[in-house]
């Protein structure tokens, strides 16, 4: 079965850090896309940021340049995202989700994880 699991939220005050962790399995991760997907209550789904098949490409949303890093090891089929300088508008719950390249839809998504910036 196709997994991803996303851990590593919690709270965190305002400036503070978080790093999210989405292990993969059931797939062939390394030929997947990934993305960074949030959602904060009552408000619909936000694309934060995607990292190409290799890891040698990423984009981010203008919201969270310059403060958030995505990253991947495809050894251990593992997407992370580094979160500094957390604003209170960053409370939301992050979602990690698989695209094949070049595919305009997800092909997976991952459960979620809770990120809540609170001091």
């Known amino acids: 079965d196709v997994q991803l699991q996303a851990s590593g939220g919690g709270l965190v005050q305002p400036g503070g850090s978080l790093r999210l962790s989405c292990a993969a399995s059931?797939?062939?991760?390394?030929?997947?896309?990934m993305s960074w997907i949030r959602q904060a209550p009552g408000k619909g789904p936000e694309w934060v940021s995607s990292?190409?098949?290799?890891?040698?490409?990423?984009y981010y949303a203008d919201f969270v340049k310059g403060r958030f890093t995505n990253s991947r090891d495809n050894a251990k089929n593992t997407l992370y995202l580094q979160m500094n300088s957390l604003k209170p508008e960053d409370a939301a719950v992050y979602y990690c989700?698989?695209?094949?390249?070049?595919?305009?839809?997800?092909?997976?998504w991952g459960q979620g994880t809770q990120v809540t910036v609170s001091s």
């Open positions: 059931g797939f062939t991760f390394r030929s997947y896309d």
């Open positions: 990292i190409n098949s290799g890891g040698g490409s990423t």
């Open positions: 989700a698989a695209r094949r390249p070049m595919s305009s839809e997800y092909n997976y």
